[in-house]
């Protein structure tokens, strides 16, 4: 009988729990004994320079939460981070001010412990200082597989280091796939020079991994920390339905291949420098996207295609090749689609079996086609130019996003 009910005990699963937690000392002893299913709640209040360091296995039906007892409220300050490895993870409603950690929020414990289909949501990270750290560093560092990032505000950043990385391995097949979406990322002053982009995917290195990222619905806002404010170092990503408006840079396909840019909004909005697309690899595909009153020229024109050098480095430029520009808007930008341009003495490879079809380019302001290069490699047909355009067509920006709990 005893038997029996010993083993029905085992049976019987661990009832998920609110467990509150004080600061980062009761958040360290609770984290030695969470269970899938568990919430931690984090009191409201200012959070010093809380180190909070976290492993834990949920389940898809029962991840583990980190979450503000009031989302917005809970105030991060200082050298305060959070790193979390496992699976099922979910960090929700938590602000970082003024940060000046290194990594501010990461998807790993550490460089074993990796965060896998988890999710930081409703959050935010934002610095209205000027910051004089010499260090690199990163607001968000996505590492592991199938994370998501959604619904956050992240703005600000004045040191040097890209604000949000999605880092990737040349030893690892479990990884990349995630999603990043429904974000604002507000405004980020120039920088000056390399490592001022707001998002990379990848780096030179780790280029020719499939990360097979989503980028989508997000708004970028006055991010103008570099003439990439994207910086794209991998291959198979999708960029859709996200709004540039007042970005003085691009959308820069920079390392990787096989990418889309598709249905994307990119509004000048008066900024100086403002571009689209900028191309440099192969397999690319830019379509159905809106290009209204850019400023930029020359690598910030509204769609650029890069020349290649031969047997480039890493961190060269490839040659592009069969990349599909078609059903783009070009409105009153002053310079449309450049063809040839040179980002290095060595660059002289022209683009090969590309094409650049049924687009509509309006051409009071600037010509329709720049070309720089040796063309024969590109075909352009069914483009609708001229000075006044007599059908726009509607694309949808993405809205205003970010935390719910914080107007912005």
């Known amino acids: 009988m005893r038997l029996t009910f010993f083993a029905l005990a085992l049976a019987i699963p661990a009832l998920a729990k609110d467990i509150p937690i004080a600061d980062a000392a009761a958040f360290a002893a609770a984290a030695q004994t969470i269970n899938a299913g568990d919430t931690l709640i984090l009191n409201d209040g200012t959070w010093a320079d809380a180190q909070l360091k976290f ?151 780790t280029s020719m ?53 598709e249905n994307n909004t990119f509004i000048g909005d008066g900024a100086k420098g403002a571009g689209g697309v900028r191309i440099i690899g192969e397999d690319h595909t830019i379509t159905a996207n809106r290009f209204e009153n850019l400023t930029g020229d020359n690598e910030r024109s509204a769609l650029c295609i890069m020349l290649g050098i031969p047997d480039s480095v890493p961190n060269g430029y490839f040659q592009v090749k069969r990349a599909k520009v078609t059903g783009n808007i070009f409105i009153n930008c002053q310079h449309n689609i450049l063809i040839g341009m040179s980002g290095d003495k060595k660059a002289t490879l022209p683009p090969l079996e590309t094409e650049i079809s049924g687009n509509t380019i309006q051409t009071n302001k600037g010509e329709a086609f720049e070309i720089k290069c040796a063309a024969e490699g590109v075909t352009m047909k069914d483009n609708e130019t001229a000075k006044e355009l007599s059908k726009i067509t509607e694309l949808s920006a993405a809205e205003p996003s970010g935390p719910s709990w914080k107007q912005h």
Not at 65 to 72: D, E, L, S, W
Not at 242 to 258: D, I, M, P
Request: proline share 2%.
């Open 55 to 205: 492993h834990a296995e949920g389940t898809e039906a029962k991840p583990v939460t980190i979450k503000a007892q009031t989302p917005g409220k809970v105030i991060f300050t200082g050298t305060s981070r959070i790193s979390v490895g496992g699976s099922h993870i979910i960090v929700d409603g938590l602000w970082f001010q003024n940060p000046s950690a290194e990594q501010v929020i990461e998807l790993r414990k550490d460089s074993k412990q990796l965060a896998s289909d988890s999710r930081i949501t409703n959050c935010a990270v934002t610095n209205d200082t000027q910051l004089t750290s010499t260090a690199s560093s990163q607001f968000v560092s996505i590492y592991g597989a199938r994370n998501r990032v959604d619904h956050c505000y992240i703005a600000g950043k004045t040191t040097q280091g890209t604000t949000m990385v999605v880092w990737l391995s040349n030893e690892s097949k479990d990884q990349g796939k995630h999603q990043i979406d429904h974000n604002h990322f507000g405004p980020r002053q120039k920088l000056g020079k390399n490592g001022g982009e707001t998002i990379r995917l990848g780096d030179s290195k």
């Open 209 to 261: 991994q499939t990360a097979s990222c989503i980028v989508e619905h997000n708004l970028f806002e006055k991010c103008d920390g570099e003439a990439e404010c994207i910086s794209n170092k991998s291959c198979g990503n999708l960029y859709r339905h996200n709004t540039f408006k007042g970005v003085s840079g691009t959308l820069t396909l920079r390392h990787g291949n096989a990418c889309t840019v």
